[in-house]
């Protein structure tokens, strides 16, 4: 139980686009899911919090309006990188915990490979 | 605040071996402690964890892991290491009553035939 499905596990954007990754909880719901980025060889970073049906929660020096992130659903959020840029490659990673209990963890998703070229 | 930290940023072992993978943390307040293994291009895997109770802690592939709370440690470790054990290990903890998770650097394990 408690599995996080991330999609789409790569994506190769153009500059100046925008690339929508989706994060979605299949067998539980998730009040609060998480996003992090990963750099090569470095450990995860978290970007913000996602609250279901409220604003999220941008961690210290994270642009609020390069990663709009929303979270509608009990069981669905998305992290928009808007005008990507070359800088914004990365590997980008949802998480997601039953809530009320921390038997299974935080589940990850598989995460999501950002190449902008 | 509390941060994590993971000594060792590489540990090349000899397969059938033993390892120990080195995790210490600082907060001011009770924890809980994890480690999560990552494999190439995927998300993280929940290796175990210790929330209260037997301070030692055994994963299904045979990893085990031991708070000791004067130590403020909680290493990981394996008897035998197997080459599907390749892979990178995070420690984490989270603040009890909190959500956040904060994450060791990483040590990148590598099993050697």
């Known amino acids: 139980g408690a599995v996080v499905s991330q999609h789409p596990s790569r994506v190769i954007c153009k500059s100046g686009t925008s690339v929508k990754i989706e994060c979605r909880s299949l067998d539980f719901q998730a009040t609060t899911m998480f996003w992090y980025r990963q750099f090569p060889k470095q450990s995860l970073m978290l970007m913000a919090t996602s609250n279901e049906g409220s604003k999220a929660t941008y961690e210290q020096g994270v642009e609020k309006d390069k990663f709009l992130i929303n979270h509608a659903s009990l069981t669905l959020s998305t992290l928009t990188v808007t005008s990507a840029h070359p800088e914004d490659s990365s590997f980008y990673i949802c998480?997601?915990?039953?809530?009320?209990?921390?038997?299974?963890?935080?589940?990850f998703g598989s995460g999501t490979r950002l190449t902008v070229v | 605040a509390q941060s994590v930290t993971q000594l060792d940023s590489q540990v090349p072992v000899f397969e059938e071996a033993p390892v120990e993978l080195r995790c210490n943390y600082s907060s001011s307040v009770s924890v809980y402690l994890f480690w999560y293994v990552q494999y190439p291009n995927q998300g993280l895997q929940l290796l175990l964890k210790?929330?209260?109770?037997?301070?030692l802690v055994e994963s299904i592939n045979g990893f085990e892991a031991e708070f000791n709370k004067s130590q403020t440690s909680f290493h990981l470790r394996k008897p035998s290491v197997h080459i599907s054990d390749t892979a990178e290990y995070f420690c984490?903890?989270?603040?009890?009553?909190?959500?956040?998770?904060?994450f060791g650097q990483g040590t990148r394990l590598t099993i050697n035939p």
């Open positions: 210790y929330l209260s109770g037997s301070t």
């Open positions: 984490a903890v989270m603040l009890r009553g909190a959500q956040k998770l904060v």
């Open positions: 998480s997601a915990r039953v809530t009320g209990t921390l038997d299974y963890g935080y589940t």
